[in-house]
């Protein structure tokens, strides 16, 4: 029986033995495309080269002083100036402040490891004597909480409860033992024979260097947080301008962060200026390096290729200015007519310097046809740019400074839940501005929620009978702080952080003081009016950890200043009548 059934190879076949024709991809319209070129001013000759090779000639300067709070000026005593070594977070060093020993919690723990040590060496009597001399108190004691937050009270009663004369106080010891350790003594009140002294001195240091390295805390008096402003003020120094081997000192060049909010530090947060008595060592470097530039790239950039889409993540045509809008043109004009006139020479550097480059010479695709390899100007010495800077520190004098700042910042760090919180507010209501505490630390250093231990504002019977009632004032939250103005001196105002009270049982009145560390209950806060804008500002303190660039791990409490929620409204009105 025939079949019907055929078969077709689905295959090209090829016409003629050579096959470049069809590799060539003709135009027919070849004058359409010369046309599209002239179009898009691909014909234009600027008489430049593209750049093949660059080298780099710097001198980089380490940064080798460091000093908490504003400059010294006359009469105010200037902080101690500290050594600096870049293997440390500088926002470490910044932010640190003294951890306040009210911590029981971290007290009873270091006091339980000093137990743990001594028992692990044989010297069973000397951890007696240690608990018994500085036990945590149990519970009830007049000083475990303030009476002012009930639940504040009851978790710290709770943790003595456990803990109270089964630990010693940690941060006790460590007071009593730091003045006494280096000339082969202990504190008396453990009453020690010499013998047992004798055994004991090695594992009572090994656990003060373990105490006192836990955490980065600041001397006294001597860190950089600045209440009334609610930021950092701190200053480093760099020797610069010497020479290269170190052997004689150059200039001193201050670099001020009057405006540290916390966080994370970049170049931009300081200014740079002249001698101020930091007298930093001499830590110079020379950089030379010979790369390949690459042509400068960013999302939504104008594509090489014709049918090529950009990232519709960036749209480069919606961008709305206004005729004075001057820098965001130039940033449009930018991406879209001379993007890929700039090109990116990476350049490594060490952290915690500041780098001044002294030349760069380019190589070019013209080669040695027109001279060989350029010489470029330096940065704003070059045609009607005399005014131009990208990444150039500002001085004091309001000019540009010449060097490069790379500050030893934490690439990225862990950051706990908040410690406190306070929110800085306006209540256009009220005509007043207010200090918010909505979390604080209690005792045991666990965080308190003050919106639900907050008292109640008094509010008038609404089942009352009888006649109307005047009030001269209504009642607030006890964590709404007020900020009053206050003239400190002719014609300069500030908002000083006042006191709300509260009835007692026989009648009187209490002041009923801030419970945080945020708002200085302890002495007079004086902030600044701008301090408190129309949108607000939220303050918190909480526990920070980064890995330094030596390579370890630094803990410390920072603080942070962010852009708050805007206007509040605390309920205050004024002359109300109730029945």
């Keep these: 029986m025939p079949s019907i059934t055929t078969w077709t190879r689905l295959e090209p076949r090829a016409r003629a033995g050579d096959m470049r024709p069809a590799l060539e991809a003709r135009i027919h319209d070849p004058l359409w495309l010369l046309a599209r070129q002239w179009q898009f001013g691909e014909y234009l000759a600027d008489d430049a080269g593209s750049p093949v090779w660059i080298r780099v000639r710097a001198r980089s300067d380490g940064i080798t002083a460091y000093r908490p709070g504003p400059l010294p000026s006359a ?162 120094g760099a020797d610069t301008g010497g020479p290269l081997d170190g052997t004689a000192p150059g200039t001193e060049v201050t670099l001020v962060a009057p405006e540290y909010l916390g966080g994370r530090l970049d170049w931009s947060d300081f200014v740079a200026t002249g001698p101020t008595g930091l007298a930093p060592e001499p830590a110079r470097a020379e950089v030379a390096a010979t790369v390949l530039p690459a042509p400068a790239a960013f999302p939504g950039m104008p594509a090489r290729r014709y049918w090529e889409f950009e990232d519709a993540r960036v749209s480069l045509g919606a961008v709305e200015t206004a005729p004075d809008d001057l820098a965001r043109m130039l940033l449009a004009e930018y991406a879209t007519v001379y993007s890929n006139d700039w090109y990116v020479v990476p350049l490594d550097l060490d952290a915690g310097t500041l780098t001044t480059v002294t030349s760069v010479v380019v190589g070019d695709t013209f080669g040695s046809a027109l001279g060989g390899p350029t010489l470029m100007p330096p940065p704003g010495g070059g045609a009607g740019d005399a005014h131009w800077s990208l990444f150039r520190l500002s001085t004091a004098s309001g000019g540009r400074h010449p060097a490069f700042l790379l500050p030893p910042a934490t690439a990225q760090g862990l950051e706990g839940e908040p410690l406190e919180e306070v929110l800085l507010a306006r209540d256009e209501g009220a005509n007043q501005a207010w200090a918010v505490e909505h979390t604080v630390t209690d005792a045991v250093g666990a965080p308190l929620d003050r ?74 806060l004086d902030l600044y009016h701008e301090e408190v804008p129309r949108e607000g500002a939220v303050v918190t303190r909480a526990w920070q950890y980064a890995r330094g660039a030596d390579g370890r791990g630094y803990l410390w409490v920072g603080r942070r200043k962010r852009t708050g929620r805007g206007e509040s409204s605390s309920g205050l009105r004024f002359d109300t009548l109730h029945s």
């Design 75 to 236: 009469g105010t005593p200037a902080a101690p100036v500290e050594a600096y070594s870049p293997g440390v977070p500088l926002e470490a060093l910044a932010e640190r402040e003294a951890v306040p020993s009210a911590d029981l919690r971290a007290a009873g723990e270091s006091g339980r490891h000093l137990l743990r040590l001594l028992d692990a060496a044989g010297l069973g009597e000397v951890a007696a004597a240690v608990l018994r001399t500085w036990k945590l108190p149990p519970p009830g004691a007049p000083d475990d909480s303030p009476a002012t937050a009930p639940e504040q009270s009851a978790a710290v009663r709770r943790y003595l409860a456990v803990m109270g004369g089964r630990a010693p106080d940690g941060d006790l010891a460590a007071e009593a033992l730091r003045p006494l350790l280096p000339t082969d003594e202990v504190p008396p009140d453990l009453r020690l024979t010499a013998a047992r002294t004798a055994a004991a001195l090695p594992v009572l240091r090994t656990w003060l260097a373990w105490h006192d390295a836990r955490y980065l805390a600041a001397p006294a008096g001597d860190d950089a947080w600045q209440p009334a402003r609610m930021e950092y003020h701190f200053s480093v």
């Design 451 to 524: 919106t639900r231990a907050a008292t109640p504002p008094e509010e008038p019977d609404p089942f009352a009978r009888g006649a109307l009632g005047y009030r001269l004032m209504s009642s607030v939250p006890d964590h709404w702080i007020p900020l009053l103005p206050v003239e400190v001196r002719p014609g300069a105002v500030r908002l000083r952080r006042g006191r709300l009270t509260r009835p007692l049982p026989d009648g009187g009145r209490e002041p009923v003081p801030p419970l945080g560390r945020l708002l200085d209950p302890g002495g007079t």
